[in-house]
């Protein structure tokens, strides 16, 4: 293997981490409460532009802008839980899909039309420069994002499974109304499920903002491959998002380094409606 | 006497709808006339999946993007009529609409909207990098028409009643369907797919069918649209707004509802209209924030939308009405 090859691949998996951990949040959702949040890749979007503002005011890189974007989208997660998901719930199939997917317009043209849609970068160099190991140079910023993306994660999937909290969540997930007989509130493990979800999506957001493009319609790309992600890893499953996010980070990049940068999504998509034809229940899902 | 009656209504409109463009004879105005009956066409052939099988595609510009494709290649390719690309646009759409539909519409409804948003961005990038079908900078049509059958005209008011004749055409078949025994059969599913199912309806083969027959209809639409501004490129003919636009008419108006996506298409391209004659290009995006304000309102306090919220006030109306009749019927000598 040519040495462009592998550092090809740690691109992929570095920037593959940052996806599984956005499309953990996708599928804690969807595993929890059976809901698609269609503005899922608007959150990492806003994510982004915290991330944005922060450098911009107080000149300061994704150490401080990481927290507070978690911060900001974890109070938008609760929002949107109780102002609009609680009661689309309950409605039919096309107010939750509806819901969501109004959401994401909503955020994605206010921060058109209040940023414009030029599409923006932090400064190169705002996390270290570039090194060498083996031979393979990798961007710092590339890999404090993959880092930071796959111990958050891993995180997530420790919370969700060996903590109280987790398995009040679980339980929710698995049988609400037998929850609530043992004295969990739904409401509450559902909101912070909802906190987590965009929280996480926060992070990622303001790390993948080091070294990506930042514009209003990157959520729409982003949101496809978290989709691409939670059907590839099996709803619900955390461990699933982590390796179908690896692989897409590295099927991405070797698509882009091989064929050619434009057809890397068309790559990924294909792959996408070529999971759903043979086995819809993704890589880990039982059938 | 009281068929008769429930055909008044239904003709008074009818005759006002024929009638607009002569008595609002601007070119604005007939042009405004011909774009809302146009995206009441995409909307209504919308409804047939998303409002009456209830699978809500996010996706259907793909197939708006297939006719218009489809017809400006007839022109640019093969110097035939842009109307003969037609067939090719519906053959493409239903086929693609199989695609996506055998999979997905075995599963929970979310993997079909997830599937149809893909594809629509798939057919972009393709489409986008493929020199054929004009790249990023797309086909033209004719400038100057060489017959009749270009359907090329410089006036709005041929394009308003060819668009009327479509909008009936894809409003009868829309009514049939609903009558037949698919369209019971969606009813059936819509209600509980399980139930449905058990009692022994096809519920994917008849999903399918309604998904098949909406993108057929779609690409119609966008054949119209192409034959209309005369050209079609990646962000006028297959961008995601164009789903926007489609879906939220249906879903303000009334999913499920025979005349629900005509009312969301009379109130909204107006609104876009105006907007964006007030604002500029400044415009685009505010009206893009409405947009989906009103999409989150819908979903959150009216997901019937504005034809189910009147029908419900009609009832209610009618309800304390007729008390106060029969009260003042005693009174009565």
Redesign the interface.
């Given at each position: 293997m040519s040495s462009i090859l592998v550092q090809v691949i740690v691109g992929g998996l570095l920037l593959g981490a940052v996806y599984a951990l956005f499309s953990s949040g996708l599928t804690l959702i969807?595993g929890m409460m059976?809901i698609?949040n269609?503005a899922h890749g608007d959150f990492v979007m806003l994510g982004m532009y915290v991330a944005f503002v922060v450098w911009t005011l107080l000149g300061v890189g994704p150490f401080v802008g990481a927290p507070v974007a978690a911060l900001v989208l974890a109070t938008l997660g609760i929002i949107v839980y109780f102002?609009?998901i609680r009661?689309?719930m309950k409605?039919?199939?096309?107010?939750?899909?509806?819901?969501t997917?109004?959401?994401?317009?909503?955020?994605?043209?206010?921060v058109?039309?209040g940023f414009g849609?030029n599409f923006m970068t932090l400064p190169e160099n705002l996390v270290g420069g570039t090194f060498d190991v083996f031979g393979i140079r990798i961007q710092a910023s590339r890999l404090l994002a993959g880092v930071v993306a796959l111990l958050v994660t891993s995180g997530l999937h420790l919370l969700l499974t060996r903590t109280s909290l987790g398995s009040k969540m679980l339980a929710v997930a698995e049988d609400s109304t037998a929850a609530q007989l043992m004295g969990i509130r739904p409401d509450t493990m559902q909101a912070i499920a909802w906190a987590i979800a965009a929280g996480a999506t926060g992070i990622a957001g303001a790390l993948i903002a080091t070294f990506f493009y930042i514009a209003p319609t990157v959520g729409?790309?982003l949101g496809?491959v978290a989709?691409?992600t939670v059907?590839l890893g099996g709803f619900g499953s955390v461990p699933g998002a982590l390796v179908a996010g690896l692989l897409i980070g590295v099927i991405e990049s070797v698509s882009a380094y091989w064929i050619g940068a434009?057809?890397k999504?068309?790559v990924v998509?294909?792959l996408?409606?070529c999971f759903?034809?043979f086995r819809?229940q993704g890589l880990m899902g039982k059938s | 006497m009281g068929k008769m009656r429930r055909l008044i209504w239904p003709s008074v409109a009818l005759a006002l709808v024929i009638a607009y463009p002569l008595l609002f004879s601007t070119p604005f105005q007939q042009r405004l006339g011909a774009l809302i009956l146009l995206y009441a066409i995409a909307a209504s052939a919308w409804n047939i999946v998303g409002g009456y099988a209830g699978q809500v595609s996010v996706g259907h510009v793909v197939f708006f993007g297939c006719g218009a494709y489809a017809s400006m290649a007839a022109y640019s390719h093969f110097a035939l009529p842009p109307l003969v690309g037609i067939p090719a646009g519906i053959v493409v759409s239903v086929g693609i609409a199989a695609v996506i539909g055998v999979p997905t519409l075995r599963l929970s409804g979310h993997y079909f909207s997830m599937a149809t948003i893909a594809v629509a961005e798939l057919v972009r990038l393709i489409v986008t990098n493929t020199e054929f079908l004009g790249a990023a900078v797309g086909l033209s049509g004719p400038t100057v028409p060489r017959t009749v059958l270009d359907l090329s005209f410089t006036s709005a008011l041929p394009y308003y009643y060819l668009f009327l004749l479509v909008l009936l055409i894809t409003l009868g078949i829309t009514w049939w369907m609903a009558n037949s025994r698919m369209g019971f059969y969606l009813r059936a599913i819509r209600d509980s797919e399980r139930a449905a199912r058990s009692l022994g309806a096809p519920a994917s083969r008849t999903k399918l069918y309604a998904f098949m027959l909406s993108a057929g209809l779609t690409s119609v639409a966008g054949a119209l649209y192409a034959m209309m501004f005369g050209f079609v490129d990646p962000e006028s003919g297959l961008g995601i707004l164009i789903s926007v636009k489609i879906l939220i008419m249906a879903a303000l108006g009334g999913a499920g509802l025979l005349f629900g996506p005509l009312v969301g298409a009379a109130i909204l391209v107006p609104l876009e209209e105006v907007s964006n004659n007030l604002l500029g290009g400044k415009g685009a995006g505010l009206t893009f924030v409405v947009y989906g304000a009103i999409i989150v309102l819908i979903a959150r306090f009216q997901p019937g939308g504005i034809l189910t919220l009147i029908k419900r006030l009609w009832a209610r109306r009618r309800k304390t009405l007729e008390p106060a009749v029969a009260a003042g019927a005693t009174h009565a000598p």
């Amino acid at each position: 293997m040519s040495s462009i090859l592998v550092q090809v691949i740690v691109g992929g998996l570095l920037l593959g981490a940052v996806y599984a951990l956005f499309s953990s949040g996708l599928t804690l959702i969807w595993g929890m409460m059976n809901i698609v949040n269609f503005a899922h890749g608007d959150f990492v979007m806003l994510g982004m532009y915290v991330a944005f503002v922060v450098w911009t005011l107080l000149g300061v890189g994704p150490f401080v802008g990481a927290p507070v974007a978690a911060l900001v989208l974890a109070t938008l997660g609760i929002i949107v839980y109780f102002g609009l998901i609680r009661s689309v719930m309950k409605g039919p199939m096309l107010a939750q899909i509806l819901g969501t997917f109004g959401l994401a317009l909503l955020l994605r043209y206010s921060v058109f039309w209040g940023f414009g849609a030029n599409f923006m970068t932090l400064p190169e160099n705002l996390v270290g420069g570039t090194f060498d190991v083996f031979g393979i140079r990798i961007q710092a910023s590339r890999l404090l994002a993959g880092v930071v993306a796959l111990l958050v994660t891993s995180g997530l999937h420790l919370l969700l499974t060996r903590t109280s909290l987790g398995s009040k969540m679980l339980a929710v997930a698995e049988d609400s109304t037998a929850a609530q007989l043992m004295g969990i509130r739904p409401d509450t493990m559902q909101a912070i499920a909802w906190a987590i979800a965009a929280g996480a999506t926060g992070i990622a957001g303001a790390l993948i903002a080091t070294f990506f493009y930042i514009a209003p319609t990157v959520g729409e790309t982003l949101g496809i491959v978290a989709f691409v992600t939670v059907s590839l890893g099996g709803f619900g499953s955390v461990p699933g998002a982590l390796v179908a996010g690896l692989l897409i980070g590295v099927i991405e990049s070797v698509s882009a380094y091989w064929i050619g940068a434009v057809y890397k999504d068309i790559v990924v998509y294909s792959l996408f409606l070529c999971f759903l034809w043979f086995r819809p229940q993704g890589l880990m899902g039982k059938s | 006497m009281g068929k008769m009656r429930r055909l008044i209504w239904p003709s008074v409109a009818l005759a006002l709808v024929i009638a607009y463009p002569l008595l609002f004879s601007t070119p604005f105005q007939q042009r405004l006339g011909a774009l809302i009956l146009l995206y009441a066409i995409a909307a209504s052939a919308w409804n047939i999946v998303g409002g009456y099988a209830g699978q809500v595609s996010v996706g259907h510009v793909v197939f708006f993007g297939c006719g218009a494709y489809a017809s400006m290649a007839a022109y640019s390719h093969f110097a035939l009529p842009p109307l003969v690309g037609i067939p090719a646009g519906i053959v493409v759409s239903v086929g693609i609409a199989a695609v996506i539909g055998v999979p997905t519409l075995r599963l929970s409804g979310h993997y079909f909207s997830m599937a149809t948003i893909a594809v629509a961005e798939l057919v972009r990038l393709i489409v986008t990098n493929t020199e054929f079908l004009g790249a990023a900078v797309g086909l033209s049509g004719p400038t100057v028409p060489r017959t009749v059958l270009d359907l090329s005209f410089t006036s709005a008011l041929p394009y308003y009643y060819l668009f009327l004749l479509v909008l009936l055409i894809t409003l009868g078949i829309t009514w049939w369907m609903a009558n037949s025994r698919m369209g019971f059969y969606l009813r059936a599913i819509r209600d509980s797919e399980r139930a449905a199912r058990s009692l022994g309806a096809p519920a994917s083969r008849t999903k399918l069918y309604a998904f098949m027959l909406s993108a057929g209809l779609t690409s119609v639409a966008g054949a119209l649209y192409a034959m209309m501004f005369g050209f079609v490129d990646p962000e006028s003919g297959l961008g995601i707004l164009i789903s926007v636009k489609i879906l939220i008419m249906a879903a303000l108006g009334g999913a499920g509802l025979l005349f629900g996506p005509l009312v969301g298409a009379a109130i909204l391209v107006p609104l876009e209209e105006v907007s964006n004659n007030l604002l500029g290009g400044k415009g685009a995006g505010l009206t893009f924030v409405v947009y989906g304000a009103i999409i989150v309102l819908i979903a959150r306090f009216q997901p019937g939308g504005i034809l189910t919220l009147i029908k419900r006030l009609w009832a209610r109306r009618r309800k304390t009405l007729e008390p106060a009749v029969a009260a003042g019927a005693t009174h009565a000598p």
